[in-house]
């Protein structure tokens, strides 16, 4: 083992998704791999209350954390209980496999009964449609037994005798209260302004706050397939008031809408160039703003960067990588790969030309009649020489034609890449953006050359909005 793998970390990945469970089965299961290792050879990412199910890897810290080390190539083996505790999804697991693959990066999993990960990209991509698929159906079964039996229920004191929910006396007052003045809103602002009073009053995130306003449970009935009463449950509201309540979803919709397109913004990971730390994300709704910010009291004063100005930027840099892909080196080196591929070919059809002629003169010395020229038995070996040399013909025509289509292959790929910009900018990032790094006036950007990458200088200036 080299310096470099021996300096890189064996990350022992473990997930659960609730807060409620515990780690316990995950570890115990890749305790005989960390005995393996030294402790600073070991890094353990722990994902507490995580769905993969729910959250895609731009709202998973710890994996885009384990993403940007993979990046870095600071990862040599990651460790974990199973497919599932990496992804559900199915497209997201495909990226991960490639992303590992790319850098050399070994996955294992350490459940004695789950299929060892492999480098079969068809094997890989089955089974993570079936962890798709089961993962779907564990999320749908487990989603309808908490609409009406969940284990816990805020505002809600559970007796486990009757299995009844009642009210909770301590946060009655307040959750009545939240309902009225969430009844009252008119604006986005106005919602903003309720969701930051009970942010404080109730101890509940916005999210959480928005979920209990649209939940029917609160109302006593189940209505994803009907209006089903729970009698079950003691209602903070009638069903009237709560339909009245979702009339306010237009204003909870476009709430939620500005605040996931602020989410959607956080596709970086922007590391300090002070103090060498991942920059954390922050957003205001109501000011319609995203933006990475680190501030470190003891080493340096705040550096804030706005997404807005990041993509501008990121947009603009790989605009110009995309611009500096030497497609005509690319089939200048095709072109020269078949001619190196082609010298052997042309021997062994040259030393197969002067066989044939050889046999060919041995049969018309030795058969004067050549009435039955066919007989000779020269004619067998001739036939095979002949067969020989088409199939060699034909392996130089079907290379020479997939080598020069090249040209039209990376026409396509260029295209694409270009696309990419648009559609998947965290995608096209990950393969062209190495390291991006913020100081309190410009932003050094790591670019992961190739040979093809042609002429790319190694520091720009980013000036209103271009690179000079």
């Given at each position: 083992m080299?310096n470099q793998?021996?300096?890189k970390?064996k990350?022992f990945?473990?997930?659960?998704?609730?807060?409620?469970q515990?780690?316990?089965?995950?570890?115990?299961?890749?305790?005989?791999?960390?005995?393996?290792?030294?402790?600073?050879e070991?890094?353990?990412?722990n994902?507490?209350g995580?769905s993969?199910?729910?959250?895609?890897?731009?709202?998973?810290?710890?994996?885009?954390?384990?993403?940007?080390?993979?990046q870095n190539s600071q990862?040599?083996?990651?460790?974990?209980?199973?497919?599932?505790?990496l992804?559900r999804?199915?497209?997201?697991?495909n990226?991960?496999?490639?992303?590992c693959k790319k850098?050399?990066?070994?996955?294992?999993f350490?459940?004695?009964?789950?299929?060892?990960?492999?480098?079969?990209t068809?094997?890989?991509g089955?089974?993570?449609?079936?962890?798709?698929i089961?993962g779907?159906?564990?999320?749908?079964r487990?989603?309808e037994a908490?609409?009406r039996?969940?284990?816990?229920?805020?505002?809600y004191?559970?007796?486990?005798?009757?299995?009844?929910y009642?009210?909770?006396s301590?946060?009655?007052s307040?959750?009545v209260?939240f309902?009225n003045?969430v009844?009252?809103?008119?604006?986005?602002n106005e919602?903003?302004?309720?969701l930051?009073?009970?942010?404080?009053?109730?101890k509940?995130?916005?999210d959480?706050?928005?979920k209990?306003a649209?939940?029917?449970?609160?109302?006593?009935?189940?209505?994803?397939?009907?209006?089903?009463?729970?009698?079950?449950?003691?209602?903070?509201?009638?069903?009237?008031?709560?339909?009245?309540?979702?009339?306010k979803n237009?204003?909870v919709?476009k709430?939620v809408e500005?605040?996931?397109?602020?989410?959607?913004e956080d596709?970086f990971?922007?590391?300090?160039?002070?103090c060498?730390?991942?920059?954390?994300?922050?957003?205001?709704v109501?000011?319609?703003?995203?933006?990475?910010?680190?501030?470190s009291?003891?080493?340096?004063s705040?550096?804030?960067?706005?997404?807005?100005?990041l993509?501008?930027?990121?947009n603009?840099?790989?605009d110009?990588?995309?611009?500096?892909?030497d497609?005509e080196?690319i089939?200048?080196d095709?072109?020269?790969y078949?001619?190196?591929?082609?010298?052997?070919?042309?021997?062994?059809?040259?030393?197969?030309?002067?066989?044939?002629?050889?046999?060919?003169?041995?049969?018309?010395?030795?058969?004067?009649?050549l009435?039955?020229?066919r007989?000779?038995?020269?004619y067998?070996?001739?036939?095979k020489l002949?067969d020989?040399?088409?199939?060699?013909?034909?392996?130089?025509n079907?290379?020479e034609?997939?080598?020069?289509?090249?040209?039209?292959l990376?026409k396509?790929?260029?295209?694409?890449?270009?696309?990419?910009?648009k559609?998947?900018?965290f995608?096209?990032?990950?393969?062209l953006?190495?390291?991006?790094d913020v100081y309190?006036?410009?932003?050094?950007?790591?670019?992961?050359?190739?040979?093809?990458l042609?002429d790319?200088?190694?520091?720009?200036?980013?000036d209103e909005?271009?690179?000079?």
């Open positions: 080299n793998q021996q300096n970390y990350v990945f473990r997930r659960v998704s609730t807060v409620g515990d780690l316990s089965m995950q570890e115990s299961a890749d305790a005989l791999y960390r005995q393996r290792y030294i402790p600073s070991i890094l353990i990412i994902e507490y995580v993969a199910n729910k959250l895609s890897i731009e709202r998973r810290p710890e994996m885009k954390k384990l993403i940007a080390m993979i990862v040599e083996t990651v460790y974990a209980f199973d497919r599932s505790r992804f999804d199915f497209y997201e697991s990226y991960f496999v490639w992303l850098y050399n990066v070994q996955i294992v350490t459940s004695s009964g789950h299929q060892d990960a492999t480098d079969s068809l094997i890989e089955v089974m993570n449609i079936v962890g798709d089961e779907k159906n564990i999320a749908r487990s989603a908490r609409k039996y969940p284990a816990k229920k805020f505002g004191i559970k007796k486990k005798e009757t299995k009844k009642v009210k909770d301590i946060k009655k307040a959750i209260e309902f003045d009844s009252k809103i008119k604006t986005v919602l903003e302004a309720v930051q009073r009970y942010k404080k009053i109730l509940k995130t916005p959480k706050l928005l209990l649209t939940d029917p449970f609160y109302a006593g009935y189940d209505l994803s397939n009907g209006e089903n009463k729970l009698s079950h449950v003691e209602p903070y509201l009638s069903l009237a008031q709560f339909k009245n309540l979702q009339t237009v204003i919709s709430y500005k605040k996931a397109q602020l989410i959607a596709i990971q922007p590391y300090c160039g002070k060498k730390k991942l920059m954390k994300f922050q957003f205001n109501l000011e319609n703003k995203a933006w990475y910010h680190c501030s009291k003891s080493s340096h705040n550096i804030v960067l706005s997404t807005k100005d993509i501008c930027i990121i603009t840099t790989l110009k990588a995309l611009g500096q892909l497609t080196k089939v200048k095709s072109r020269a078949l001619q190196y591929i082609r010298k052997p070919i042309d021997e062994e059809l040259t030393s197969i030309s002067k066989k044939k002629n050889r046999i060919l003169q041995k049969i018309i010395i030795e058969n004067d009649e009435t039955n020229w007989e000779h038995p020269s067998i070996e001739l036939s002949e020989n040399q088409q199939l060699f013909l034909n392996e130089i079907t290379k034609e997939l080598l020069l289509e090249n040209k039209y990376t396509l790929t260029k295209e694409y890449l270009n696309n990419c910009k559609t998947n900018l995608f096209l990032m990950s393969m953006i190495k390291r991006l309190p006036q410009e932003i050094n950007i790591e670019i992961s050359k190739f040979d093809y042609a790319f200088q190694s520091q720009y200036i980013f909005g271009e690179l000079v």
